[in-house]
């Protein structure tokens, strides 16, 4: 299994530490080369969605990883990596991957003091460390999407086949549980 990670800009690097925790080799993807290299499935990590959104375009890599997600290839968006994927925004005119039915809020706890961290369900895990650090979160999901996590009633991890979000960061943690989800993600669609 190799995973690529979206190096572009943001907390790629600590996405690819866990990872290599758990064995699973992975590769940063951070020119158009790169995404027209064979792999499994993909992470966008947490950053600015109007940066990393801007540099999918002009890198010209936006629509071969758009085409590879469309495909069925697992993809885990993390904060912004989340924002890229939502189909709508309810605070920016930006669009940019639009694939999945949701409408997120970015920076939704507010600028400055919109960092906390707490501990909550993520589907069948009872307690999950959740990093929040100006995170999204969606205020809707479609029918035909699974919802994983809901803080303060907020959704904010959740699931619509091949595409895995949450608003808060996994990576910045010790525990690998969300990234094993995904892989079991991976899994499931190298069967098929
Ligand atoms: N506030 C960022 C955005 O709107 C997301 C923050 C993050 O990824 N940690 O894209």
Redesign the pocket.
Known sequence: MLIGVLALQ??FAEHKKILDKLNVESFEIRQKKDILKEFDAVILP?????VIGKLLKELDIFEELKIKIVNGMPVFG???GM?LLAKEIENDDRRHLALMDIKVK??AYGRQLGSFTCSEKFGLIEQFPMVF????HAINAGDNVEVLSVVDDKIVAARQNNILVTAF?PELTDDTRIHEYFIGMVKENDRV
């Open positions: 943001g907390a947490g950053g600015e969605s109007p993390t904060c912004a924002i970015r920076n650090i100006r995170a999204p960061h």
